[in-house]
């Protein structure tokens, strides 16, 4: 069963940006705290940002002022919305329940380059 779909990755020069969704089951959604993580080659996987079912959000230092999640509770759907892309934040993008132990999506890749 699929519990996660990552869209909206893709090429895009510093400085740009891109919006990434994620598709979730409702029954995750609804009763989750739902997160943005990622992973760049070569580094651990990271939480990049969170939000509540409550609507409350986290955001790592490095996307702060950059980044902002949000979740459509009709669409059971997570978005990133990533502006002023610099290449560290090149990485495939991936959506899980915070503290969730079920399977991973596939991901989305992001390539921040000129």
């Known amino acids: 069963q699929v519990q996660f779909v990552e869209s909206g990755g893709g090429l895009v020069q510093p400085g740009g940006s891109l919006r990434l969704s994620c598709a979730a089951s409702?029954?995750?959604?609804?009763?989750?705290?739902m997160g943005w993580y990622r992973q760049a080659p070569g580094k651990q996987h990271e939480l990049v940002a969170s939000?509540?079912?409550?609507?409350?959000?986290y955001y790592v230092d490095s996307v702060k002022g950059r980044f902002t999640i949000s979740r459509d509770s009709v669409k059971n759907t997570v978005y990133l919305q990533m502006n002023s892309l610099k290449p560290e934040d090149t990485a495939v993008y991936y959506c899980?329940?915070?503290?969730?132990?079920?399977?991973w999506g596939q991901g989305t890749q992001v390539i921040v380059s000129s």
């Open positions: 899980h329940g915070y503290g969730f132990s079920g399977t």
């Open positions: 939000i509540t079912t409550g609507g409350s959000t």
């Open positions: 409702g029954s995750i959604f609804r009763s989750y705290t």
